[in-house]
């Protein structure tokens, strides 16, 4: 297998873990407002995502390092292009680390009021607009002979691209609230069981238009396969939901993200961003590569720290697995 490709593989597979750590987060950020019916409550959902989200978003600047490293052209291309909205996602997960560090610092309900309402925004836009800009990436955007993105903001406002928003959103919703079903007890722990099935119906109708959608458009063996597969794995972690168990749910809602985006790179492969005006413009994995020299030395470098980061963050997972509820919460 050649580098690129395995460097390409690498770069989706970070990127599925991604989705997968923090959509559940994402989640858990955007139901603050419906699951948490008082401050306690709130604070149980915090404290639920409170010792890994920051780990989560260690897999994004990872998959980022990656694109540039190994596809410069790629990154390149794709940040300058997709500069608004990534600048907008930055700056919506900028906000949301800040209210998790501050929210408890006052007791005022004002002051904790406008912290969540800035992890509901945090959560929210960056689990529209990945979606947006996946979307994106795989339908193609205008690109000239010399690769430079030169489209606007509207041409990324595509029905396409929406759909993919709404339905990152809804799938993140549904895994957000599986999760905290998983790790709390009491009544928010069944209402979070019962909302979870009610967001998976929206999301798996949303997720099947989308990845139907997505195969009209580019399709291969695998990527149907894939498709398949997450429906499958979203359908099982519906099913394990509504009978109250939560550990087969959060499965089958992790298990259809990753497959989910897992379709969208099987469908992607060769190319890495496609141009919808002149073919010669289309960046593949080839092309918008590195030189081999580079791509060898990544190779031993994620070789051997790869096995290390994932321990660790294993590690973190186990610690904090127990369920909260309520009752762990001080007064004060």
Do not use: C
Not at 76 to 85: D, I, K, N, R, V
Not at 125 to 141: D, K, T
Not at 264 to 286: H, K
């Amino acid at each position: 297998m050649e580098l690129t490709t395995i460097w390409f593989l690498l770069v989706a597979v970070l990127f599925t873990g991604y989705f997968i750590l923090e959509g559940f987060d994402f989640g858990v950020g955007m139901l603050l407002p419906v699951l948490g019916r008082d401050d306690k409550e709130r604070r149980v959902m915090i404290n639920t995502i409170g010792p890994v989200w920051d780990g989560n978003e260690v897999w994004l600047i990872t998959a980022g390092g990656a694109m540039f490293a190994a596809f410069p052209e790629w990154y390149a291309t794709l940040f300058s292009g997709f500069y608004l909205p990534l600048l907008l996602i930055l700056l919506a997960l900028i906000a949301r680390g800040v209210a998790f560090e501050y929210r408890h610092k006052r007791p005022e309900a004002t002051w904790k009021r406008r912290w969540d309402n800035a992890i509901f925004v945090g959560s929210l836009v960056p689990a529209i607009l990945w979606g947006v800009a996946f979307a994106n990436i795989l339908r193609g955007v205008p690109l000239d002979a010399e690769h430079e993105y030169v489209g606007g903001l509207l041409n990324l406002l595509n029905p396409y691209a929406l759909l993919g928003g709404a339905t990152t959103a809804a799938l993140f919703a549904t895994h957000g609230a599986v999760f905290v079903a998983l790790k709390t007890v009491g009544d928010i722990r069944a209402r979070a069981a019962a909302l979870a099935v009610r967001l998976g119906v929206a999301a798996a109708v949303l997720a099947v238009a989308f990845l139907s959608w997505t195969l009209t458009i580019r399709s291969s063996t695998a990527a149907v396969v894939l498709a398949v597969g997450a429906a499958l794995a979203l359908l099982g972690g519906l099913a394990a939901a509504t009978v109250r168990r939560e550990g087969w749910a959060f499965t089958g809602t992790a298990a259809a993200i990753g497959l989910a985006v897992a379709t969208l790179f099987a469908a992607l492969f060769p190319n890495v961003l496609p141009s919808t005006l002149d073919p010669a413009g289309t960046l593949t994995a080839t092309n918008a590569a590195s030189t081999p020299y580079t791509l060898t030395i990544m190779t031993w470098v994620a070789v051997f720290f790869t096995p290390i980061v994932l321990a660790y963050q294993g590690w973190t997972y186990w610690v904090f697995r127990k369920r909260i509820g309520v009752a762990h919460i001080p007064q004060h």
